[in-house]
């Protein structure tokens, strides 16, 4: 059974950083992509950023784009989302979810990714 574990949110002033991380266990695909989405009160959830399992693919929301960073260790099965330069609009729940396909790995819709970790929360304020 597939078991998404995030962590490392919390508090922080804005212009401050944060490491986000996505424990992965309970699959064996070869052919993944792990998502980072958030959702902020009275909002809808939005894709943030993904990567594939390869690394051929990596995206950032424009939101998002020049401040956090993603990336892998494979060996930990951990998926990592570096948040710099944080903003009180980047106040939200933030959600992993893995997708296992052959083709389309990092897409935007929701119900594309089957599986979801609990959500750490991230708070901007001063």
């Known amino acids: 059974q597939v078991h998404l574990v995030e962590s490392g949110g919390g508090l922080v002033q804005p212009g401050g950083s944060l490491r986000l991380s996505c424990a992965a266990s309970?699959?064996?695909?070869?052919?993944?992509?792990i998502g980072w989405f958030r959702q902020a009160p009275g909002k809808a959830r939005e894709g943030i950023s993904c990567?594939?399992?390869?690394?051929?693919?990596?995206y950032y929301s424009d939101s998002v784009k020049g401040r956090f960073t993603i990336s892998r260790d494979n060996a930990k099965n951990t998926v990592y989302l570096q948040m710099n330069n944080l903003k009180p609009e980047d106040t939200a729940v933030y959600y992993c979810?893995?997708?296992?396909?052959?083709?389309?790995?990092?897409?935007?819709?929701?119900?594309?990714?089957?599986?979801w970790g609990q959500g750490t929360q991230v708070t901007v304020s001063s």
């Open positions: 309970g699959f064996t695909s070869a052919y993944y992509a």
């Open positions: 990567i594939s399992s390869r690394d051929e693919i990596i």
């Open positions: 979810a893995l997708r296992r396909s052959l083709v389309r790995l990092c897409v935007s819709e929701l119900n594309a990714y089957p599986d």
